[in-house]
Structures are given as C-alpha cells and as structure tokens.
C-alpha cells in the first residue's frame, strides 16, 4: 500500500532527519528493548481482566465501576495517544517512550495498593504511559528497522501476545500463592521496569548521536479525510473494539457460565497463545502478492465464527470459540504492519498511527464498557456477543476496502 501525500494542511515543515548511526551494539539493544517493550504492552490489560471477578469481590465495587475499569485502557489509549504525534516532535521518538514506560511501570505498581482508588489511578497512569507505546513504536520500527519492518512489526507483535497470554495465565496462581489479586496485579509492574532499564541505552544513544531536530511533524487530523487514513482508522477501530471487548470480559463471561476462575484464565490463556501463530502465518500469507485481502478474510471469518460459537456452545466446549477467537485477534500484526509501512517518512508514519489508534480507541472504548453494562442490564452475554458479530462481518467489509487496491 503505498504511501501518498497528506493534505497540505496535515504537513508541518521541518528541516530533514538524521538518524543515529546504527552501530551492532546499538542493533542488538534496539532489538532487547523491542521485546521488552512488546512483552508489557498487554500484560497489565490482560492481567487485570483475568483477576476482575477475584477484585471485585475482594475490594467491593458495584457494578458501574466493574465496567469502568476494563473501559479505562482504550480511553486512555485515545486520549493519552493523541499527544503522542505532538510529544515525538518534540521530545523524539526514543524519549517519548521512555517516558511512556515510566508512567506505565509506575502506574502497575500502585495497582498493587489494594484500594478502588488505587486500583482506578494506577490504570490510568500506567494505561496514558500504554497509549505512547501503543502509538510510536510502529515509528521507532520504521526508523530503527527501515528494511525489516515486517519482521519486527511479526517480533514486536508476537511478544505482546506472548506476554498477555503468560501473564493472564499465571496472574490466578499467583494471585492465590500471594493471598492478595492487588498484590498479584500489582507486580506486573515488576516486568515493566524491566523495560524500562532495557530501553534506557536505546534512548541515551538516540540523544547522543542523533541531529533529529525538536518541533518537527505531521498533524495527524487532516489525514482522516483521505481515503488511506479513515480506512486504516476504521479498521482499527473495528479490531480494536471486538479485542479489548473480549480481552476485558472474557474469563469473567465463562467463570459467571460456570467455569472456575482457574478455568477461565486458562481459556483465555489458550486464546491468547492461539493468536501469537495466527499473527505470524497471517503476516506471511498478507506479505504474499495478491493474498492481503484473503488473509484479512480469513481472520475476519475466524472472529465471526468464535463469537458465534460462543452464543451457541456449552461453557464446556469454550476451547472451540477460544481458538477461533484467538486466530481472530491475529489480524492486530497486519493492521500494524500496514500502519508501519504507510507514510513517506516517520513524522508521517506517526500521525497515521497516532490517527488510527487514539481515533480507533476512543470509539473503541463502548466495547468493554458497553460489554459491561449491557450484562448488567440484561443478566446474560447474548445481546453483547450478537452485536460481536455484527462488528466482525462490517470488519470484513472495512478490510475488502482497504484492501480494494484503490486505497492512495
């Protein structure tokens, strides 16, 4: 999908870009702080939804703030994302993601506090910091992997998945060893600050060695009426929406069917490890001439059919639309890798991306909000999973647009 012109308007002049010299050393770090970066960006969602009954019932919130908190995340990803085009003009990519993940390992850390209040802050301090990663790390690719996008997007996204699905699995054991679901939420902060330490020497090299000059960049906004960026925003949208709506409310929709806590962590543990192939297979066959469209096809079919299933099937064959479910949730990498590839240089790439995702997460914030509160008021999941599937058929048609080769 090549890259077109934005509108005069969106463009923002500034004197050409220098990158830092890209010693091994530098290379190899690059790449250590990519995958720790990667590991944390579900990690703390994840870890939450998997322990929201458990947090609940131990810190007593009603049922409005029960859907609030699974809400939080995508609103600070619009919100807090929206900066992010402005705040690496400014400071640059690298520091803006340090600063990211300051405010995210600080943030899953006071979670571990065992207070509402604790518990509401440090999602929305540790989610703002979530939301600058979310949006410049398809820029910090573009500039640090310029002829492996696809490879490291594939790394990038891979490691996300591997770290949600290892946390979500593991945050119920843990939570129960330590006698305390805050304790346990809390500790994924642990994690975080390890990629804070391993993304240091990224940043101090990029200040060393690099003549990006500040203030440069692309306003993201006027990119939206072009046919490229509304359509790379309503997919993400789209896919964000039916993802943070299933990655909030899942194990708690099997564990209120009849399935133990341990049981629905488990499950949406096999969901999660499902989408790390399915993310990989999806890029090779996308990467394919003439073969994006089907592949996006075949991941909108795969959600579809899992929501399906989930109104129709037992609790007890949840392993069915969980795998389906999880191949669903791999079309994030090809979103990604088209957010990565698009644009004529970074500052463009970040507005796109910048457009896209705080955009896309804000409409995206009525998934697990709306999931919520459409259980309370209706005491079942039936309403919530059909208007699922409706989202998963228009992500179908979004995705033969977007795909239409028409797309400048």
Same mark, same amino acid.
């Given at each position: 999908m090549s890259a077109s012109p934005p509108p005069a308007a969106a463009r923002i002049s500034h004197p050409s870009v220098e990158a830092a010299p890209k010693t091994r050393i530098a290379v190899v770090f690059s790449v250590i702080a990519l995958v720790l970066i990667g590991l944390n960006l579900r990690a703390g969602i994840t870890g939450a939804s998997a322990? @929201?009954?458990?947090? %609940?019932?131990? /810190? +007593?919130?009603? !049922? /409005?703030?029960? $859907?609030?908190?699974? #809400?939080? !995340?995508? &609103?600070?990803?619009? &919100? $807090?994302? *929206? $900066?992010? #085009?402005? @705040?690496?003009?400014?400071?640059?990519?690298?520091?803006?993601?340090?600063? *990211?993940? $300051?405010?995210?390992?600080?943030?899953?850390?006071?979670?571990?506090? !065992?207070?509402? +209040?604790?518990?509401?802050? +440090?999602?929305?301090?540790?989610? #703002?910091? @979530?939301?600058?990663?979310n949006v410049a790390m398809p820029s910090f690719i573009r500039e640090h992997f310029a002829a492996r996008t696809s490879l490291m997007t594939a790394v990038y996204t891979v490691t996300m998945t591997t770290g949600g699905t290892v946390t979500s699995v593991a945050v119920v054991p843990l939570a129960q060893a330590l006698g305390s679901p805050s304790a346990a939420v809390g500790s994924i902060g642990i994690m975080a600050m390890a990629a804070l330490l391993g993304f240091l020497p990224v940043a101090l090299h990029a200040h060393r060695h690099s003549t990006r000059p500040a203030g440069g960049g692309t306003l993201p906004w006027p990119l939206l009426r072009t046919r490229k960026g509304a359509l790379l925003t309503a997919i993400f949208t789209l896919q964000a929406l039916l993802a943070y709506a299933l990655l909030s409310w899942f194990p708690y929709m099997l564990t209120t069917l009849g399935l133990s806590a341990s049981e629905s962590g488990l499950m949406f543990g096999v969901m999660q490890l499902v989408s790390v192939p399915a993310g990989v297979l999806l890029i090779a066959l996308g990467s394919r001439p003439g073969m994006l469209r089907p592949a996006f096809y075949l991941v909108s079919t795969a959600m579809a059919a899992g929501v399906a299933l989930l109104l129709f099937l037992p609790v007890s064959l949840s392993i069915v639309p969980a795998v389906l479910l999880g191949f669903g949730l791999g079309i994030f990498p090809l979103v990604m890798v088209m957010i990565s590839r698009s644009g004529r240089d970074t500052a463009e790439t970040t507005a796109l991306s910048? /457009?896209? %995702? #705080?955009?896309?997460? @804000?409409? *995206?914030?009525?998934?697990?909000? +709306?999931?919520?509160?459409l259980h309370s008021a209706t005491g079942g999941w039936t309403l919530p999973l059909a208007l699922l599937l409706v989202l998963a058929v228009v992500q179908m048609a979004v995705a033969h647009l977007l795909t239409s080769g028409k797309v400048k």
């Amino acid at each position: 999908m090549s890259a077109s012109p934005p509108p005069a308007a969106a463009r923002i002049s500034h004197p050409s870009v220098e990158a830092a010299p890209k010693t091994r050393i530098a290379v190899v770090f690059s790449v250590i702080a990519l995958v720790l970066i990667g590991l944390n960006l579900r990690a703390g969602i994840t870890g939450a939804s998997a322990l @929201l009954h458990d947090l %609940q019932l131990v /810190l +007593g919130y009603g !049922p /409005l703030v029960a $859907a609030v908190i699974p #809400s939080i !995340p995508t &609103l600070c990803f619009a &919100l $807090a994302g *929206a $900066a992010t #085009s402005w @705040l690496t003009g400014k400071m640059g990519v690298e520091k803006a993601i340090l600063l *990211a993940l $300051a405010l995210l390992a600080g943030g899953l850390l006071l979670r571990g506090i !065992p207070a509402t +209040g604790m518990l509401v802050a +440090g999602t929305v301090v540790g989610m #703002s910091g @979530l939301a600058v990663c979310n949006v410049a790390m398809p820029s910090f690719i573009r500039e640090h992997f310029a002829a492996r996008t696809s490879l490291m997007t594939a790394v990038y996204t891979v490691t996300m998945t591997t770290g949600g699905t290892v946390t979500s699995v593991a945050v119920v054991p843990l939570a129960q060893a330590l006698g305390s679901p805050s304790a346990a939420v809390g500790s994924i902060g642990i994690m975080a600050m390890a990629a804070l330490l391993g993304f240091l020497p990224v940043a101090l090299h990029a200040h060393r060695h690099s003549t990006r000059p500040a203030g440069g960049g692309t306003l993201p906004w006027p990119l939206l009426r072009t046919r490229k960026g509304a359509l790379l925003t309503a997919i993400f949208t789209l896919q964000a929406l039916l993802a943070y709506a299933l990655l909030s409310w899942f194990p708690y929709m099997l564990t209120t069917l009849g399935l133990s806590a341990s049981e629905s962590g488990l499950m949406f543990g096999v969901m999660q490890l499902v989408s790390v192939p399915a993310g990989v297979l999806l890029i090779a066959l996308g990467s394919r001439p003439g073969m994006l469209r089907p592949a996006f096809y075949l991941v909108s079919t795969a959600m579809a059919a899992g929501v399906a299933l989930l109104l129709f099937l037992p609790v007890s064959l949840s392993i069915v639309p969980a795998v389906l479910l999880g191949f669903g949730l791999g079309i994030f990498p090809l979103v990604m890798v088209m957010i990565s590839r698009s644009g004529r240089d970074t500052a463009e790439t970040t507005a796109l991306s910048t /457009l896209a %995702q #705080s955009t896309g997460y @804000l409409l *995206a914030t009525a998934g697990p909000f +709306g999931m919520g509160i459409l259980h309370s008021a209706t005491g079942g999941w039936t309403l919530p999973l059909a208007l699922l599937l409706v989202l998963a058929v228009v992500q179908m048609a979004v995705a033969h647009l977007l795909t239409s080769g028409k797309v400048k």
